[in-house]
């Protein structure tokens, strides 16, 4: 089976804008793939700002979390794989969603084969 957790961090998104507030995004600073500014990694682990004011070209996707953003005004391109989002809260109060652990492979599951059944054919 797909993940989960892609679906849970895009529905816990839009809850957490939905009332306007700012969504944080918890990332393990420690998995590989992670592009992100390391200058504010504490303990293994950063958060981030993914409100719309705060960033730009955001994507949430199966594979990753990504956006530009600007940190200490200098511009970068974030990528957060899927595996390395650890929860998504509301700054205001601090609710939200903590994902949780499941299997990632490195490469989707191959799709079952097609079944064969009944073939169209052209009458004329």
């Known amino acids: 089976m797909l993940p989960k957790r892609s679906y849970l961090l895009n529905a816990a998104y839009a809850w957490v804008a939905d009332n306007d507030m700012t969504p944080y995004l918890l990332v393990d600073a420690e998995q590989a793939d992670v592009v992100i500014p390391t200058e504010f990694v504490k303990d293994g682990q950063i958060v981030l700002n993914v409100s719309m004011s705060a960033v730009r070209h955001l994507i949430m996707d199966q594979e990753a979390v990504s956006f530009e953003a600007r940190f200490s005004g200098k511009p970068m391109q974030v990528y957060v794989?899927?595996?390395?989002?650890?929860?998504?809260?509301?700054?205001?109060?601090?609710?939200?969603?903590?994902?949780?652990?499941?299997?990632?492979?490195?490469?989707?599951?191959?799709?079952?084969?097609?079944?064969?059944?009944?073939?169209?054919?052209?009458?004329?």
């Open 81 to 124: 794989p899927m595996r390395a989002a650890l929860a998504l809260y509301a700054k205001e109060n601090g609710d939200g969603f903590v994902f949780p652990d499941e299997e990632f492979f490195d490469e989707p599951p191959t799709p079952p084969e097609p079944k064969k059944g009944f073939q169209l054919k052209v009458v004329k």
